[in-house]
C-alpha cells in the first residue's frame, strides 16, 4: 500500500547491521530516516570490547565471530571495506575438536572475513552519515491510527531490526500476528567468554593444525572457539569461546561466574593446562540465535506500514543474511514512500 511520506521519517528500531543496512537503503532512496538504538554504539551483536596486552590495545569480537560473502550485493559492500582496509579475508580453515579427545581435524568451508579494528567498526562505518541516536529505549510502537508511532512520536513507517521476541514485545498483537512473528519466538543463548594470556599454552598438537578457529563437539560447555590473534592479524594470544545453549541458560543470571568453566573447558579440549589470564570476561547474549529462522527476507504489513528485519529472515542467521535482509526492507519501503 503507497502512502505519502509527508514530514516523519521512517523510523529505524535497533542499531546493528541490518537495522543500519535498512536506514542505509532508505537514505540512498532519498527518504528521511531516524535510527533509534539502545545501546551506546551501534553495532548489536558485532560487539567489540577493547582489551591490553603488554601496554598495547587489543580489539576483541565479543559477539559475532566472523562473516562470509555469497551474494553479489553484499559481495560489493565486503569489497569496498577490503579496499579501505575495514576488513579483510581471515581463513577458510577451521579445526574440529572433539571432547572425547579424538585428534583435531581441519575442516574448509567459505573464505571468513575478520575486521582488523572489529566487527563493530563496518556497523560504524555504514552508520556514519546516518541520522542515529543512542541509548534509547524504546518502550511501545502505536500502529493502530492512520501511521504508526514510536513512543508517541509519528513515523511514515516503522522497521523494528531486533529479534523477534523483542519486536513482538513492543507491538500490538493483531500487528504481530499479521507479520507472522510466532514461528520465531523461540531462540537459544550464548555465553561468550574470552581471555588473554602472556602466551599461547595451547598444546602442540593444535597449534600444528594452525588453529585459527575451532567448531567443538561434544562438549556440554563450548560449541566454538576463536584464536582472536589470528582473527586480528597481530598474533596476541587470546582466545574467544562461545558457549552451548544450555551451559549459557545457566548463566543468564551471572554471566562472570560462567567463566571459570569454560576456561577448565578450553585447557581439556586444547590439551594444555592455561595458567592464570591477564584479562578474562563474558558477555550474556540471551537471543543469540533463533530456533526457528524464516524463509522470507522481511517482513512488512500492508496496513500499519511496520516492518520486521535481520539475521533469522530468510534462512541461515549470520552477518550477510542480516544486511541482506536490512537491505531489501529499506529499498521495498522507499519504493512504497517515496
Known amino acids: 500500500m503507497a502512502r505519502p511520506l509527508g514530514e516523519a521519517p521512517v523510523v529505524v ?15 540512498a532512496g532519498g527518504v528521511p530516516v531516524r535510527v533509534l538504538d539502545r545501546g551506546r554504539r551501534v ?5 567489540l570490547r577493547r582489551e591490553r596486552i603488554d601496554g598495547a590495545e587489543h580489539v576483541v569480537d565479543i559477539g559475532a565471530s566472523y562473516f562470509t560473502v555469497s551474494d553479489p550485493a553484499f559481495a560489493g559492500v565486503a569489497d569496498d571495506w577490503l579496499s579501505r582496509g575495514l576488513a579483510r579475508e581471515w581463513t577458510d580453515t577451521f579445526v ?13 568451508g567459505p573464505m571468513r572475513w575478520a575486521a582488523p579494528r572489529g566487527l563493530r567498526t563496518l556497523v560504524e562505518d555504514l552508520a556514519a552519515d546516518l541520522d542515529v541516536t543512542s541509548a534509547r ?23 523494528l531490526a531486533m529479534p523477534q521476541p523483542q519486536a513482538a514485545d513492543l507491538l500490538p498483537e493483531p500487528v504481530a500476528e499479521r507479520l507472522g512473528l510466532e514461528p520465531g519466538l523461540e531462540w537459544q543463548p550464548a555465553l561468550t567468554v574470552w581471555a588473554g594470556w602472556p602466551q599461547r599454552w595451547w598444546a602442540p598438537q593444535v597449534q600444528a593444525r594452525e588453529l585459527q578457529g575451532a567448531f ?23 582466545l574467544v569461546a562461545h558457549s552451548t545453549p544450555e551451559y549459557a541458560a545457566r548463566w543468564l543470571d551471572d554471566p562472570d561466574g560462567g567463566i571459570a568453566g569454560v576456561l577448565a573447558e578450553l585447557g581439556r579440549l586444547l590439551g594444555g593446562d592455561p595458567p592464570p589470564p591477564l584479562f578474562a570476561g563474558a558477555r ?31 534462512g541461515r542467521s549470520r552477518i550477510e543474511q542480516a544486511w541482506l535482509s536490512g537491505d531489501a526492507l529499506g529499498w521495498e519501503l522507499a519504493a512504497r514512500l517515496g
Open 43 to 47: 553495532g548489536g551483536r558485532m560487539a
Open 137 to 159: 529505549e524504546v518502550e511501545q510502537v502505536d500502529a493502530d491510527g492512520a501511521a504508526p508511532a514510536v513512543d508517541g512520536m509519528p513515523a511514515a513507517a516503522v522497521v
Open 13 to 27: 528500531v535497533g542499531g546493528g547491521i541490518s537495522g543500519i543496512a535498512c536506514a542505509r537503503a532508505l537514505h
Open 216 to 238: 567443538v563437539h561434544g562438549s556440554p560447555v563450548v560449541d566454538r572457539i576463536v584464536d582472536d590473534g589470528s582473527r586480528r592479524g597481530d598474533g596476541a594470544p587470546v
Open 284 to 314: 550474556r547474549w540471551s537471543l543469540a540465535a533463533p530456533c526457528t529462522a524464516q524463509d522470507r527476507p522481511f517482513a512488512l504489513d500492508d496496513d500499519s506500514l511496520v516492518g520486521v528485519c535481520g539475521d533469522a529472515w530468510g
Open 96 to 108: 574440529v575438536l572433539h571432547a572425547d579427545g579424538t585428534p583435531p581435524a581441519p575442516t574448509q
